[in-house]
Nanobody, 123 residues
């Protein structure tokens, strides 16, 4: 079992930055690939970023490429999502998720999910 807790969300003006964190717990949590997803009101869940268990491989959604960086510190059981040049359309609840097997952009392939953290970007 893996537990995930996100933090770092908040309100920011367009052009600003936020860094989200996701702390995992569980005996083998550092061996999981991690993903970030977001969901805005009335919209489908959207893939944001993913990182392999050892940080060697990353994936990014098309809408965030060049503005967002995913990283992890396995010594701290933490995955980060650095978000720069934020836009109003980035407003959503952001979730981190964990999976075994292969790194993936598909939300349905992830086994464990956090409770989410709200990001609001004003124009």
């Amino acid at each position: 079992q893996v537990q995930l807790v996100e933090s770092g969300g908040g309100s920011v003006q367009a052009g600003g930055s936020l860094r989200l964190s996701c702390v995992s717990s569980g005996r083998t949590s550092n061996t999981y690939h991690m993903g970030w997803f977001r969901q805005a009101p009335g919209k489908d869940r959207e893939f944001v970023a993913a990182i392999s268990w050892n940080g060697a491989s990353t994936r990014y959604g098309d809408s965030v490429k060049g503005r967002i960086t995913v990283s992890r510190d396995n010594a701290k059981n933490t995955v980060y999502l650095q978000m720069n040049s934020l836009r109003p359309e980035d407003t959503a609840v952001y979730y981190c998720a964990a999976k075994s097997g292969v790194i993936s952009v598909l939300g349905d392939s992830y086994t464990y999910w956090g409770q989410g953290t709200q990001v609001t970007v004003s124009s």
